[in-house]
């Protein structure tokens, strides 16, 4: 499905740099845990979108898989430029809801293996956020997981395009985080970008921009382990 617009050529509207970043200690794996075994109060921050199609709504989970490096990484794949839903956007590993799924974490880990290869011996579920409905009438559960260094990735080429790494601390840092706007339809959206500068698996300059739903659960984490 084709935008209406190229978020990247959106004029950046403001940053966030007065909401403080998550400190390195409260996004430590022992932090995490605790987080997640006793939540704080919180509410997150974006749970919706602007329905964009006309289709019954659908379930969906994603895992926002967070690496055990030295300094903490998240999962992300983009995607191929030939698929219906979001083509071409960066997001988590995750998919559709099918009937023999138990759960929403057994969605996610399904979906997680099948498009990257990812065993689930490597991770370890913490929980999960509430739900993000998107424009494309998904309803999202993001299920938030630590993933042990030392897997084998084996993307699904139909699906991703890459795979790759986002530090932590930097998408838990608004001031990072820009905010875009643009009118559709008589109708304004507005939305957040969280651009990383970085090289891709050949070594190459590249510039993954990180937008929509994926960056609106990102933002809700941040809600979360600043809460």
């Known amino acids: 499905m084709a935008l209406a617009f190229d978020p990247e050529a959106l004029p950046v509207l403001g940053s966030d740099s007065h ?3 998550v400190i390195a200690p409260s996004i430590r794996p022992d932090a995490i845990r605790a987080r997640f075994a006793t939540p704080p109060a919180w509410q997150p921050e974006i749970k919706l979108e602007r329905p964009s199609v006309d289709r ?19 999962l992300l794949t983009q995607r191929t430029d030939h698929l219906t839903d979001h083509p071409g956007q960066i997001s ?7 009937p023999f799924d ?26 999960s956020l509430p739900t993000y409905t998107t424009g494309t009438g998904f309803v999202i559960t993001p299920v938030v997981a630590l993933v042990r260094p030392g897997f084998d990735l084996q993307a699904d080429p139909f699906e991703v395009a890459e795979v790759f790494e986002v530090p932590l ?9 820009q905010r875009h706007a643009v009118d559709i339809g008589g109708f304004r959206r507005e939305f957040i970008s969280i651009p990383w500068a970085a090289t891709d698996s050949h070594g190459r ?6 937008w929509g739903a994926t960056a609106a659960m990102l933002r809700n984490l941040y809600r979360f382990f600043s809460a």
């Open 19 to 21: 909401l403080p970043p």
């Open 56 to 74: 019954p709504i659908a379930a969906a989970s994603v895992l926002i898989g967070l690496v055990l490096r030295h300094a903490p990484t998240v």
């Open 92 to 98: 988590f590993p995750g998919g559709r809801a099918e």
């Open 102 to 127: 138990a759960d929403a974490t057994a969605t996610a880990m399904r979906e997680a293996h099948e498009e990257i290869g990812l065993a689930a011996s490597f991770v370890e579920v913490l929980g």
């Open 169 to 177: 601390d930097w998408l838990m840092n608004p001031a990072n985080h």
């Open 205 to 210: 300059p590249r510039r993954y921009f990180i």
